[in-house]
């Protein structure tokens, strides 16, 4: 995840919870109970030790200035899950497009290089192009 962009990159590192309670309270500006109000709304799902003990990621630290961002401009708890919910579905919805993109770019240069496609309707050929631009006979 881009630390900046505050929104999750699966390629990233940083998902390991390396953070105990009282350090991420500190990195994040926000007390311990907020930490734990926040995991009971499901803003924050920190990963835990076998004992139960909760360990913070730079992803949730991340996550933590964004919810810290949404709180300034006024947005309430339940509000704020749903922001992140719909920035988490517009990656994902970003990323499978531009894998159809790329998939359709593909597609496109394995076509015979004869065929001419315009995007907006049928397969053309060079040919459809002469007739239709040849002036009618009288």
């Known amino acids: 995840m881009s630390l900046g962009s505050g929104r999750y990159d699966p390629g990233s590192p940083s998902l390991r919870g390396v953070y105990g309670i009282s350090v991420a309270a500190e990195l994040s500006g926000f007390g311990i109970a907020a930490l734990r109000l926040y995991e009971d709304y499901g803003l924050l799902t920190p990963g835990r030790t076998s004992g139960g003990t909760r360990r913070y990621s730079d992803y949730d630290l991340a996550r933590l200035r964004r919810i810290a961002e949404l709180i300034d401009a006024g947005v309430n708890l339940v509000g704020i899950g749903r922001v992140l919910d719909l920035e988490l579905r517009t990656d994902e ?46």
Request: hydrophobic letters at 20%.
């Open 93 to 138: 919805l970003e990323r499978d497009n531009r894998r159809l993109e790329a998939d359709n770019a593909h597609l496109r240069a394995e076509q015979d290089p004869e065929t001419v496609t315009d995007h907006t309707g049928p397969a053309r050929t060079p040919d459809d192009d002469a007739v239709r631009d040849r002036p009618p006979r009288t």
